[in-house]
């Protein structure tokens, strides 16, 4: 919520640090998706697409049922105002920032349209380097070194239009080396555990630069830097210690408050429910205020506001979760339901069998 302009000027300056949330989530989702990748890669040499096709359809039953509700639910209010499904067509498909700058219109889908081109894409080209002849150790780290080294180049050689730090930061193409290095991650995990080992007794190196790269960036180092190349390795610098950071938090354990522990699995449980749906929750709340009179009196008042926000953020998120989320994902995990099946039942409906 301190990403969004709320009414406390304290916790306003800390705002800035919803950029950094973004890059560690990219960072932790490339180690963790890395990580099933990788081991579910083993096998495609021999179920070939079989393989790719059952990941696609994992990952997509995860995400693209809430994303599309939520998306029909922006056409008609989205805090930009309503527009038509014509206009916004390119949403369905995540071409809305593949290598351009994207409208205000459900603009919180960026990061999404990010992890959706790395579904995509990293499997496809493990599976291309398999077919090649290489093992999937050696696919893996040419994908990996593919989406770290093509955003940079891509930062530096062909910069959106105006070159502003802040666009670039919202674009596909420039931000899938933030992935790329979770993978690096998970790809140490897996094939060299020792030295993923190694790094946590290190852990306050990387924690240092990030530290570094916060504190330089609350002065607008990223904004000041007028030449293209430093901005693009910020980018990088930021997301290399973040995955760095990944080892020594894959150690944590849980906390002894059980209450915290439950509060924190339920947090996990609707976080992609709070993740599209906290904008059209705020939205909510503000309509409400200023249709009883009352949106002075306690948007101002941060210790009622924020309260009041993170509840019904919360609420929308788990109706959501249980109204939209979870019947796909039963759907998804019944035994023996695959992708091809799938194709096959959406055939039958339009055949009206």
């Given at each position: 919520?301190?990403?969004?302009s709320l009414?406390?000027?304290?916790?306003?300056?800390f705002?800035?640090l919803?950029?950094?949330?973004?890059?560690l989530?990219?960072?932790?989702?490339?180690?963790?998706i890395?990580?099933?990748?990788?081991?579910e890669?083993?096998?495609?040499?021999?179920?070939?697409?079989?393989?790719?096709?059952n990941?696609?359809?994992?990952?997509?039953?995860?995400?693209?049922?809430?994303?599309?509700?939520?998306?029909?639910?922006?056409?008609?209010?989205?805090?930009q105002?309503?527009t038509?499904?014509?206009?916004?067509?390119?949403?369905?498909?995540?071409a809305q920032?593949?290598?351009?700058?994207?409208?205000?219109f459900?603009r919180?889908?960026?990061?999404?349209?990010?992890?959706?081109?790395?579904?995509?894409?990293?499997?496809l080209?493990?599976?291309l380097?398999?077919?090649?002849?290489?093992?999937?150790?050696?696919?893996?780290?040419?994908?990996?070194?593919?989406f770290?080294v093509?955003?940079?180049?891509?930062?530096?050689?062909?910069?959106?239009?105006?070159?502003?730090?802040?666009?670039?930061?919202?674009?596909?193409?420039?931000?899938?080396?933030?992935?790329?290095?979770?993978?690096?991650v998970?790809?140490?995990?897996t094939?060299?555990?020792?030295?993923?080992?190694?790094?946590?007794?290190?852990w306050y190196?990387?924690?240092?630069?990030?530290?570094?790269?916060i504190?330089?960036?609350?002065?607008?180092?990223?904004?000041?830097?007028?030449?293209?190349?430093l901005?693009?390795?910020?980018?990088?610098?930021?997301?290399?210690?973040f995955?760095?950071l990944?080892?020594?938090?894959?150690?944590?354990r849980?906390?002894?408050?059980?209450?915290?522990n439950?509060?924190?699995?339920?947090t996990?449980?609707?976080?992609?429910?709070?993740?599209?749906?906290?904008?059209?929750?705020?939205?909510?709340v503000?309509?409400?205020?200023?249709?009883?009179?009352?949106?002075?009196?306690?948007?101002?008042?941060p210790?009622i506001?924020?309260?009041?926000f993170?509840?019904?953020?919360?609420?929308l998120?788990?109706?959501?979760?249980?109204?939209?989320?979870?019947?796909?994902?039963k759907?998804?995990?019944v035994?023996?339901?695959?992708?091809?099946k799938?194709?096959?039942?959406?055939?039958?409906?339009?055949?009206?069998?």
């Amino acid at each position: 919520m301190l990403g969004h302009s709320l009414p406390s000027p304290i916790l306003s300056n800390f705002a800035f640090l919803a950029i950094f949330g973004v890059d560690l989530f990219f960072c932790l989702s490339g180690f963790l998706i890395g990580r099933i990748l990788l081991k579910e890669a083993a096998r495609w040499g021999e179920t070939k697409t079989a393989g790719l096709t059952n990941f696609w359809y994992r990952r997509w039953m995860r995400t693209l049922p809430l994303y599309v509700f939520f998306f029909f639910v922006s056409l008609k209010f989205d805090w930009q105002g309503a527009t038509t499904f014509g206009e916004q067509f390119r949403y369905l498909v995540f071409a809305q920032n593949f290598a351009w700058t994207m409208t205000d219109f459900y603009r919180l889908s960026w990061s999404l349209a990010v992890e959706e081109w790395f579904y995509y894409t990293f499997p496809l080209l493990i599976l291309l380097m398999i077919g090649f002849g290489a093992s999937v150790k050696r696919a893996a780290m040419i994908t990996i070194a593919v989406f770290i080294v093509v955003p940079f180049l891509a930062r530096v050689g062909m910069p959106i239009q105006p070159v502003r730090y802040d666009d670039a930061r919202y674009v596909v193409l420039y931000r899938l080396d933030a992935i790329g290095f979770g993978v690096l991650v998970a790809y140490l995990y897996t094939w060299h555990k020792p030295l993923f080992d190694r790094i946590i007794r290190f852990w306050y190196i990387p924690l240092a630069f990030v530290v570094g790269i916060i504190v330089l960036t609350k002065q607008g180092v990223p904004w000041t830097l007028n030449d293209k190349v430093l901005q693009s390795v910020f980018f990088s610098c930021s997301a290399i210690f973040f995955a760095a950071l990944i080892p020594a938090f894959f150690h944590l354990r849980p906390s002894r408050s059980q209450l915290l522990n439950r509060f924190v699995k339920f947090t996990s449980l609707v976080s992609y429910s709070i993740y599209l749906g906290h904008i059209f929750a705020f939205t909510l709340v503000i309509s409400v205020l200023n249709r009883f009179g009352l949106h002075e009196a306690i948007y101002n008042n941060p210790w009622i506001v924020y309260p009041i926000f993170t509840l019904c953020v919360y609420l929308l998120a788990y109706l959501t979760y249980r109204l939209v989320e979870k019947p796909f994902l039963k759907l998804r995990d019944v035994d023996g339901f695959s992708f091809v099946k799938f194709l096959k039942s959406l055939q039958r409906l339009g055949a009206g069998k």
